[in-house]
């Protein structure tokens, strides 16, 4: 999710793009456990940081200061705002972040360490800070100051890569999710079972398959993780965002995980062949409204790699950011192109779809949400028509529209879908 920029003002409005490099770096201030991402010196010679608790998760922006000594580094922690700290008594936003800590380090080992202290500047109490090299990336060099080019929406920006989040891309992001999460309740479906396992810093729970009949798990929860961490990005960052430096304004959600208002994921298709889940809810970190979101997310169980269930079926076109109608099977990532029903097929649905009452009918407009918006999941046992994707304002309109048994479903299908449906195996 991508932080306001307007707002991220402290010692780096130089204007000048630069590239940069972001190192990680995992250890400790005094017992606790952290996660570091300090830029190299941008074209101003200053540095920018983020670090991040570990038990907590939200990120901590930091402002590097000029020294003199190459292997030192003077760094300025943010405090996290409040209407008195951060707002002029007009009403105003401030322009410079209030500072609750500062940083002394020094390198060892060529980089790979870097040792200091930790000190509360109200209080005076300092602690050890040990912190060992753990990866690095490129950031962007199109955002004037290396703050905002720390945003890990940044991270696949340009490029024609699938998002995938990883520790060569995100170092920093993906290391913070390597921790034990509070394991759920085991749900058993004859050789298949999986487990709800909970975040406690953002509360969100996301499954984790334990058996999948005689199918190695290995790579399904590869995916399901990736999943994951993408969803838990938007919920960092609206944490981090308690913070002047990354993009606080004053609204209540700040600082907030984001999904307080709801966030769920359920599983919807487990076997040995395809993996089905749904990820639900609002989302609001600030605006005007929340987003409100219901988005249905398909794999092979065997691989692990994404599948768009508009793919697996007939009748659908696919077209790129340009308007140009492609093979999906040509492109690295799917997901991104658009997917949109044949005439016959919007026919087959209007035809057949559950009708609702007069005034949601009148309301919504059915038909011409279905050409614009019309999506496919699959449960268990069914196939299913829905839409996807609506603005705020109709998201009311969000309805399954025809349901088709997937013993039924073979004329609806390629013969790649069908081949992941057991019951229609000759």
Known sequence: MRLPLALIVFSFGTGVAHSAEAVTYVGSIGSLPVILELASPGADGLRAGRYAYLAKGGDIP?????VKDPDAMLLSEEKPCTEKLCKTADGDVIDVAPIAAEWNLKTEGSGERLLGTWRDKESGKTLQVKLVKKGKRTISDSEPDLLAALDPSYALTGTDQ?????????????????RPFKQGVTTNLGDRSYRMDEDSRTGLSYPVVLSIGKVDPAPINRYLAQQRLQLALSAFSCMARAYLGFGWSGQDAEGTSGYDGGGSVTVEHLTSRLVGIAEGGSYWCGG???????????????TGKALVPETLLRGWTATNGDGTVVDPSTVADPSLLSFGPSESLIQFILKNREKFDDETEKGCGYEDLIRSSLAVYFTTSDLVFTLQGLPHVIFACTD?????????????LTEEGAGYFEVLDL
């Open 62 to 66: 930091l402002h590097g200061m000029k």
């Open 162 to 178: 699938p998002m995938v989040l990883s520790k060569d891309s995100l170092p920093y992001d993906f290391l913070k999710m390597d």
């Open 288 to 302: 005007a409204h929340p987003s409100n979101f219901g988005d249905h997310r398909l794999a092979d169980a065997r």
């Open 400 to 412: 399954d529209l025809l349901t088709v048994p997937l013993k039924d479903a073979r004329p609806l």
